[in-house]
């Protein structure tokens, strides 16, 4: 943690402030919990009644607004307050370990310089790893894995053989990168395992969250896009590509041979079934079950999951179903009478 | 294991025999399983019928009813029978390692006494534990983590840098408490990383199942509130309070910024979005996925989840929506000739 | 690898060849990414198109099509296309560590021959282990555990004290056997752990998946039936039975007390509620939420699941509630104008 003035905070993002640009700053913190000497920021618009009477010493906004504190105008606040938090706290510093006595590296293990390697990590054979890396207790890095420069692996994090990790990858404690797909042959009712000789590629600046499990392809390679984010206890089928640039949020499930564009959105337990193409730029609403091929820039809710716009209406209308049901039968009932009358 | 007579077991959960009060009883099983010599209960009315034949040497009811059994009468048949367990068969004896000589620990982490800390655990620098805790192998506690009295971590367990953890808190196998916060600041397409400065509290008496992910907060801390009970694989995001005494079963995933008071319930694969707010005492049947705030005593289910009345009926006629449509069609057809002959 | 021509390979799995029989075959691929020298197949329709200019030295397949590539005709082309990919590529050699010494085995521990005992793996007091087994880093083996033959342990997989494994049982990273089931006895408002005294038994061929969570029975065992197939972060609640050879997809749900049959299939984020029974031969759609009892051999899909004839027209409908809400009021407002003109 270092202390800097609003106003360098301001010149360090391209903002401006308005209000006191001489005061001390320490660190960060929320909208209602903020004291004097800590900034705060407003994204979104249900805070904004907090942002009157915050105690905060400065808060990052897009546009002035009435506030007891100081402002730092900014064209995109949560850019803004990444850039500031990074300034104040820094990212995590790791414990200089250097090659732990009580790690186990294999002697035909190629490690970059400056690594960390912790107690109970193991390298296996010809595994190839870049420099700075951190490795914690527990971390497992299969015999023929490749590792580029800077990437973090946390406690108990798996890499199952012959995967390629690129570089500034993180992953997240437990989470496994390679283990077999679920793919069995049955024949006269009983399950014969299919060798999974693909593997997984994690593209650069690719990080994959806690307790994630990403299958290595039955034949092909399972892909995750340089920079795409995943949240934790997400599963990824055998032979999936996740494009670029997509974030897909805690409890997703993506089954296999799926293709997937960039800059994918995918909210909290969506479900993707197998052997569909997702576009470009696609938003899935949490909770949804995609069942058919999506294209470029669509936003998609529900299950099966339609276009949002539609489901957000449609799926309000089911808590309707019984009074509809009554009226239909009630209409049924005056139309007997109305058609008797008829004939 | 130890023997004790059913006029012992009564005494000691304040119940009452209807039989034979000498008889011996050694441990508890199943209703359909249970035989002489065993204790058994009854709290779920399906298993009523099963009652009657059990071969069980006594049953444990809440009033009196027809069995071959002698039975012993409780107020609360699932506690008296919990504590009768407890009696009978004990929690789990753990291994006492002492602090192995196989596991790693900082020499600026501080033990409380009778610790076992076990091969291949980790305790990281500035780590304070408390007395009486067993810490499994391959289990890590990070630097600056303070650990309560009486806690278990079970293998492969987690705990990043800087937690809380109270007195009697149990984390199962692969559990991470702590790591990163799903947050990103999206710039120009690309995603860049967060420093989540928040901690995990977990007060006393917590449980957290196996392979949960609990992230830490990006500014506030996350926090599972005393006495709450955590099934495997719930996922819960950054800054998220969950209150005290609260139950939420396996694969439950709650996202960032909720707030959520005491005594509630959440059915296995429960959705709960971001930024919201759970009353006490709410009850949300399984899979539901919740997008609204939800008031005190509230009861709900379904996606979107509703009032859990209304959502079981109209849930439920989903099935008959084509019968509903084909109706409308037949009546707008019908309409139609009524309305032309009217016109 | 190996290589042979087309000719042994349909000799091997009792298929014939349309084609060049003398053909060498070094590996197999994809049907897009096959090249010469390269052995495919189809067994999904979507994929009849790709058949004709595969660039693949040969393909598997049901019958005679139209193809640049050789074809090897067999009944059931997925199982000889995993048979060729077994003789062709062979199943994970496992790095031959034997009993590591910085693996910790306790002294009333049995092993059976020929195991490798990886780095920083643990068998716990009287722990018994069959011949054959690979227990890679990591991996946690309990007191009192039994493990069969020919069993493979990858990293961090934690089997608890007293479960019990057949033979050729695979349980991949980072996966919970045996922890402790959501059992708690609320008394007052308070939520009282009850010991679990029953175990897991995982029987002959199982194989589960990376991150699994397999809870231990309250009284009664957990058991996960010979040839079941657990796919990646998947739920089994305490007591529960899944019968032989069940297929459950990865993210699926089981609640406690539940009874399975044989042959069951259950698509990805499957739930199941606790103490119901499903049949033998049921196939239950992906993200189904199943709360009732299931016949044999019915296939069900949506929440609440329902036949999967049904399912799959009403879930659809929900698109068009809004229409059909709009049209009933029409309906109502035409028939008051008629209404009123019949009285």
């Given at each position: 943690m270092q202390t800097k003035?609003l106003?360098?905070l301001?010149?360090h993002v391209?903002?401006?402030?308005?209000?006191?640009?001489?005061?001390?700053i320490h660190s960060a913190s929320t909208l209602d919990k903020a004291g004097p000497g800590q900034i705060t920021f407003l994204s979104?618009?249900?805070?904004?009644?907090?942002?009157?009477?915050t105690?905060a010493g400065a808060v990052i906004?897009?546009?002035?607004?009435?506030?007891?504190a100081?402002?730092l105008?900014?064209?995109?606040p949560y850019?803004a307050f990444m850039q500031i938090v990074v300034l104040l706290h820094g990212?995590?510093?790791?414990?200089?370990?250097?090659?732990?006595?009580?790690?186990?590296?294999?002697?035909?293990?190629?490690?970059?310089?400056?690594?960390?390697?912790?107690?109970?990590?193991?390298?296996?054979?010809?595994?190839?790893?870049?420099?700075?890396?951190?490795?914690?207790?527990?971390?497992?890095?299969?015999?023929?894995?490749?590792?580029?420069?800077?990437?973090?692996?946390?406690?108990?994090?798996?890499?199952?053989?012959?995967?390629?990790?690129?570089?500034?990858?993180?992953?997240?404690?437990?989470?496994?990168?390679?283990?077999?797909?679920?793919?069995?042959?049955?024949?006269?009712?009983?399950?014969?395992?299919?060798?999974?000789?693909?593997?997984?590629?994690?593209?650069?600046?690719?990080?994959?969250?806690?307790?994630?499990?990403?299958?290595?392809?039955?034949?092909?390679?399972?892909?995750?896009?340089?920079?795409?984010?995943?949240?934790?206890?997400?599963?990824?089928?055998?032979?999936?590509?996740?494009?670029?640039?997509?974030?897909?949020?805690?409890?997703?499930?993506?089954?296999?041979?799926?293709?997937?564009?960039?800059?994918?959105?995918?909210?909290?337990?969506?479900?993707?079934?197998?052997?569909?193409?997702?576009?470009?730029?696609?938003?899935?609403?949490?909770?949804?079950?995609?069942?058919?091929?999506?294209?470029?820039?669509?936003?998609?809710?529900?299950?099966?999951?339609?276009?949002?716009?539609?489901?957000?209406?449609?799926?309000?209308?089911?808590?309707?179903?019984?009074?509809?049901?009554?009226?239909?039968?009630?209409?049924?009932?005056?139309?007997?009478?109305?058609?008797?009358?008829?004939?």
């Amino acid at each position: 943690m270092q202390t800097k003035t609003l106003g360098e905070l301001a010149k360090h993002v391209g903002g401006e402030v308005v209000g006191d640009a001489a005061m001390q700053i320490h660190s960060a913190s929320t909208l209602d919990k903020a004291g004097p000497g800590q900034i705060t920021f407003l994204s979104n618009k249900k805070y904004v009644p907090l942002v009157k009477d915050t105690q905060a010493g400065a808060v990052i906004t897009a546009e002035k607004m009435d506030s007891r504190a100081s402002l730092l105008i900014a064209e995109d606040p949560y850019y803004a307050f990444m850039q500031i938090v990074v300034l104040l706290h820094g990212h995590r510093q790791h414990p200089q370990t250097g090659v732990s006595s009580h790690a186990f590296v294999s002697s035909t293990a190629k490690l970059g310089s400056d690594c960390n390697i912790h107690p109970f990590a193991t390298i296996g054979e010809n595994a190839v790893i870049g420099k700075n890396c951190q490795v914690y207790p527990g971390a497992f890095i299969g015999p023929n894995v490749t590792v580029g420069d800077d990437c973090i692996l946390y406690p108990n994090a798996v890499i199952y053989d012959g995967c390629v990790i690129g570089n500034r990858v993180i992953v997240q404690s437990s989470a496994s990168i390679g283990q077999d797909g679920f793919g069995f042959a049955t024949h006269q009712g009983v399950h014969h395992k299919i060798p999974q000789i693909g593997k997984v590629v994690l593209e650069d600046d690719v990080e994959i969250g806690s307790g994630c499990a990403i299958e290595r392809g039955t034949l092909d390679d399972t892909v995750i896009g340089k920079g795409s984010k995943i949240g934790d206890l997400v599963a990824i089928g055998h032979g999936t590509k996740i494009g670029p640039y997509c974030l897909l949020v805690p409890q997703v499930g993506v089954a296999g041979s799926v293709t997937m564009g960039h800059h994918c959105v995918l909210g909290g337990q969506v479900g993707v079934v197998g052997h569909i193409k997702i576009g470009n730029l696609v938003k899935i609403g949490a909770k949804a079950g995609v069942v058919n091929d999506v294209p470029d820039g669509a936003t998609i809710v529900g299950t099966p999951a339609i276009d949002a716009n539609k489901a957000k209406r449609a799926y309000s209308l089911i808590e309707y179903l019984p009074e509809m049901r009554k009226k239909i039968k009630e209409l049924e009932r005056r139309m007997e009478k109305t058609g008797s009358a008829d004939e």
